[in-house]
């Protein structure tokens, strides 16, 4: 992380941070649904751990689920002090995305099959949070 993305104490800013985890997520859900994608929504995030200006930020990220024209991508970030090689966690974010076509309308994406247990625990608490999220915002419609 460079100066500019940080205060004048070193804390690097939530904000630089969301940018990353979007930037990388979007990618995910682009080569998932090979479509043009946009954020549909991104759900809470807690920063449990403070990240300084020259630790070194991972993201790792994965599509847990499918619907029909949406994605969720989880990301789980870490920071890692590149001079002793600690390695915090900084916290994990969902979002969601929708596959558009060349007409910027939503378009259907490949069906996720998720094959390991972990691959079916993701998706079975995505399948949650997409209810909790569409609940939410009045949009649960099955
Ligand atoms: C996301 C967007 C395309 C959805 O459009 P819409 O008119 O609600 O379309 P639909 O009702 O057909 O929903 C399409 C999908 O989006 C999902 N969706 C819509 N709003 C959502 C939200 N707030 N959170 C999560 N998913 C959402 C729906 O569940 C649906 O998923 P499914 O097809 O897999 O069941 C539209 O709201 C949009 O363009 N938003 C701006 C996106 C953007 O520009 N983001 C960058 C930052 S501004």
């Known amino acids: 992380m460079m100066p500019m993305d940080a205060n004048v104490a070193g804390n690097v800013f939530g904000g630089s941070i969301l940018r990353m985890i979007d930037e990388v997520a ?25 990240v300084y200006i020259g630790d070194i930020l991972r993201m790792i990220a994965s599509i847990n689920y499918t619907h029909r024209t949406s994605m969720e991508v989880g990301v789980r970030v870490e920071a890692e002090n590149p001079l002793t ?58």
Not at 119 to 127: G, T, Y
């Open 85 to 142: 090689g600690e390695v915090r966690h900084t916290g994990t974010c969902y979002l969601t995305y929708v596959a558009l076509d060349k007409n910027r309308k939503p378009t259907q994406v490949a069906i996720l099959r998720p094959e390991t247990s972990e691959e079916k625990r993701r998706w079975a608490e995505a399948e949650e949070r997409r209810k909790r999220r569409l609940k939410e915002i009045g949009k649960l419609k099955d």
């Open 26 to 50: 979007s990618i995910v859900a682009f080569r998932h649904s090979r479509n043009n994608v946009v954020t549909a929504s991104l759900d809470r995030m807690d920063f449990i751990s403070p």
